[in-house]
Nanobody, 126 residues
Framework: QVQLVESGGGLVQAGGSLRLSCVAS????????MGWFRQAPGKEREFVAG????????YYADSVKGRFTISRDNAKNTVYLQMNSLKPEDTAAYYC???????????????????WGQGTQVTVSS
């Protein structure tokens, strides 16, 4: 069992930056692909970014490509999401998640992830 705790959310003006962190406990996340998802009120949870277990491959939703960067530090059992040039449409609760299978590829499907954090709120004002 793994527990994920996100932090770093907050209120920021459009054009600003935030860095989200996701710290895992209970087991190492080293062998698992990790993802960041977000969910705005009244909308489905959507894929934002993913990183392979090795950190060698990253994937992004088109809406955040070029503005967000996902990274991981397996020694610290932590995954990060650097968010730059934030827009009001980025406002959502952001969740990190661990893939269900060891050494699998990154998936954009929520059903491929077994473990989820409680989320951290990001609000971008115009």
């Amino acid at each position: 069992q793994v527990q994920l705790v996100e932090s770093g959310g907050g209120l920021v003006q459009a054009g600003g930056s935030l860095r989200l962190s996701c710290v895992a406990s209970g087991r190492t996340i080293g062998p698992y692909a990790m993802g960041w998802f977000r969910q705005a009120p009244g909308k489905e949870r959507e894929f934002v970014a993913g990183i392979s277990w090795s950190g060698g491959s990253t994937y992004y939703a088109d809406s955040v490509k070029g503005r967000f960067t996902i990274s991981r530090d397996n020694a610290k059992n932590t995954v990060y999401l650097q968010m730059n040039s934030l827009k009001p449409e980025d406002t959502a609760a952001y969740y990190c998640a661990a893939n269900r299978e060891r050494y699998s590829g990154v998936s954009y499907r929520t059903r491929e992830y077994d473990y989820w954090g409680q989320g951290t709120q990001v609000t971008v004002s115009s």
